[in-house]
């Protein structure tokens, strides 16, 4: 009987699973953008003008809401063009469907705005999402949502502009948010030196699984910070080499005791800021506190 029973069941289970995970992720998609009023209305009125033909039993209406479904599919495609376009762009740029190539391009955009800043000593942080999405992550930001360049990194970041405050996300080969505000870290073991700009850094990664970028404006000393580990004061080959084994996906080992290496080793307690010493600057390490202006 309870075999019986389970096999009644699976199906229905499973259509209910794949449903609501559908519509969870179409909301989360569509939520904060222009069209988010009109899905509410719309799906409110369609709702309201549904349960009122059922309880009244109207008929001639029950027939032409069924007629009229297929142009309402229609309308919904233009109506929602920008965002359906948002969700399918979103998807390309995904890892499972972005070549090495691309990757590799998109290391590339980084690391030429990154020497640049470095060299004229403008501070900035640049967030590269994987696979959790950082707006949950962030207090506020500013949505740009254009393409990656080196030219449009150096301009978000340059002094006395208005968004050159906070951080970047990066998603894929577009910028997606400037002037972020990111977690801080809670770490008490951090150098004196290690100022809110890097500080943010390892808060971000302790919490999500991006790399994070931050480029000092007091030296124009690079690090990045990943899985709450900080390392400050590469060279720009040293971080291309790093770029390029967590985010060019051929290149990490996907066995099962890859994975749980990995999963092991992610659990283990962040330790100690690794400090290294950039070919452009001297032995010692600056004790200037940095803050973010």
């Not at 479904?69 to 309308?75: E, G, M, N, R």
Request: hydrophobic share 50%; with cysteine.
């Amino acid at each position: 009987m309870t075999w019986e029973l389970i096999q009644a069941m699976w199906r229905p289970a499973v259509e209910i699973a794949i449903l609501t995970v559908g519509f969870y992720y179409a909301f989360r998609f569509i939520k904060g953008t222009r069209g988010a009023p009109i899905v509410v209305g719309f799906l409110g009125l369609l709702l309201t003008f549904g349960m009122v033909t059922y309880f009244l039993n109207l008929e001639v209406l029950r027939w032409l809401l069924g007629a009229f479904l297929a142009f309402i599919t229609v309308s919904l495609v233009v109506i929602f063009q920008p965002e359906l376009r948002r969700i399918l762009a979103e998807l390309g740029n995904l890892p499972l469907f972005a070549t090495v190539h691309e990757q590799r391009e998109n290391i590339e955009v980084i690391l030429q705005a990154v020497e640049r800043l470095s060299e004229l000593r403008i501070g900035a942080l640049i967030a590269i999402e994987q696979s959790i999405q950082l707006q949950e992550a962030v207090e506020s930001g500013i949505v740009v949502d254009c393409q990656a360049t080196p030219e449009m990194l150096e301009t978000i970041f340059f002094p006395n502009n208005a968004i050159h405050d906070g951080g970047v996300i990066m998603r894929g080969d577009r910028i997606a948010c400037a002037a972020c505000i990111f977690p801080l870290t809670q770490r008490q073991d951090l150098h004196k030196s290690v100022g809110t700009r890097h500080r943010a850094a390892i808060g971000l990664s302790e919490e999500t699984d991006a790399v994070v970028v931050a480029v000092s404006e007091e030296t124009g000393a690079v690090s990045y910070a990943y899985k709450g580990q900080f390392v400050r004061g590469v060279t720009i080959e040293a971080l291309r080499a790093f770029l390029t084994s967590v985010l060019v996906t051929p290149t990490r080992s996907r066995s099962f005791l890859g994975w749980i290496r990995e999963w092991t080793r992610d659990r283990i307690r962040p330790g100690p800021v690794v400090l290294r010493k950039d070919a452009a600057e001297t032995s010692t390490v600056t004790s200037t506190t940095e803050t973010v202006k």
